[in-house]
């Protein structure tokens, strides 16, 4: 039997998880949807054979919602994980998590008080073959202990619907989440640089962003945030160790070498660049879920990356570094 699932916001990411979840994976149905634009919910929702609710609370109360996929705005995530908890079914949770520690904070634990974990968040990097390869490296001790890594994040363009916040809380929360499980560390403080603006794009973007994390065993990490660079999604990461380096594939299948010159693809967006790796941890969830359960990222994982975000818009404010104390771990994440 398929698990039946409902989707929360059916906007880029939410389309995309519903096409993978109908068309490309087996084990599930998608039997509800719902989004604030009513009017694109509708669509879908004859398009798939659903139903269609007038609220996230009222997918998730319909009994024959057996599991939740939340792909709206980040900012309204928080409510609809603790809705979706408390009604005990299986979560799959858009990154961010929620973008207030607060928020993140009753959410670890209401999970914890549930003994049982049933949120996985959207960290989808961890599930990149290139990502996974870098990691199994590093873990094995083939470059000795890690002493940096260097991660790039440049998006084409951010739509309209992107505030300046979401610079830190909603692009930079995916290398701070990559980071920590890279150098399995947390991280101990954070510095924010915003360099020379971008003249070709938003006004009231600081963009690009440098990011530097200071982990808890000494390790560093530069991000650099670029969410308008116009010239393709480009992801990049290098971990410098004590006697190697790993660095990312770029992704591109082959090198065009033609009149004097060398040239490749570069991916369009996250959908073409992550695609394998959106598959693959819809794969675990589905498996995990269909079990009442979870497994991948975690509430503590969001909570984490958020705690993070947060110094880092603090750091960006003051111009200073901030610690980071994250309180202690439930059992339930050990
Ligand atoms: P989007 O296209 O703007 O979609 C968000 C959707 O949620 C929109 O349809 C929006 O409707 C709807 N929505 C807003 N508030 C809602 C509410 N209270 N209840 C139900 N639906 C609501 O954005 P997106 O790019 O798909 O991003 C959605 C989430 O996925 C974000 O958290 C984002 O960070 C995450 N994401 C993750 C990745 C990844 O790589 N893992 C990639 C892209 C996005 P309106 O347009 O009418 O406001």
Request: net charge negative; glycine share 8%.
């Amino acid at each position: 039997m398929p698990l039946k699932i409902g989707v929360i916001g059916t906007g880029m990411i939410g389309e995309d998880h519903i096409r993978r979840l109908t068309q490309v994976l087996s084990g599930a149905e998608v039997v509800a949807v719902t989004d604030v634009d009513a009017a694109r919910a509708k669509v879908v929702a004859a398009r798939i054979g659903a139903r269609q609710h007038e609220s996230g609370e009222a997918l998730i109360a319909d009994a024959n919602v057996e599991a939740v996929v939340i792909a709206s705005w980040g900012r309204t995530h928080s409510a609809y994980v603790l809705a979706a908890l408390d009604a005990e079914k299986p979560i799959f949770c858009e990154k961010p998590l929620a973008t207030s520690v607060e928020d993140c904070l009753a959410i670890v634990k209401a999970e914890a008080a549930l003994g049982r974990r049933l949120v996985q968040v959207g960290f989808m990097r961890r599930f990149d073959a290139s990502y996974m390869a870098m990691q199994r490296l590093v873990a094995e001790g083939r470059i000795g202990a890690p002493l940096m890594f260097h991660s790039v994040h440049r998006n084409v363009s951010v739509p309209a619907s992107y505030i300046p916040a979401m610079i830190l809380d909603d692009t930079c929360v995916h290398d701070i989440d990559i980071s920590r499980w890279l150098l399995a560390d947390e991280v101990a403080a954070v510095t924010v640089k915003s360099a020379r603006r971008n003249s070709k794009g938003r006004p009231d973007l600081a963009d690009p962003t440098l990011v530097l994390l200071e982990m808890a065993q000494g390790g560093l990490v530069d991000i650099e945030i670029s969410v308008q660079i116009g010239y393709g999604y480009d992801i990049r990461g290098e971990v410098v160790g004590e006697t190697g380096t790993v660095t990312l594939a770029t992704g591109q299948p082959v090198d065009l070498r033609s009149a004097g010159a060398v040239s490749g693809h570069v991916p369009e967006d996250w959908r073409e660049r992550f695609i394998g790796a959106y598959d693959e941890e819809f794969r675990h969830w589905l498996t995990a879920a269909a079990a009442g359960g979870a497994t991948g990222p975690s509430c503590w994982d969001g909570y984490a990356a958020t705690l993070v975000t947060t110094a880092a818009a603090r750091s960006r404010a003051s111009g200073k570094t901030q610690a980071i104390a994250l309180v202690q771990k439930p059992a339930l994440y050990a």
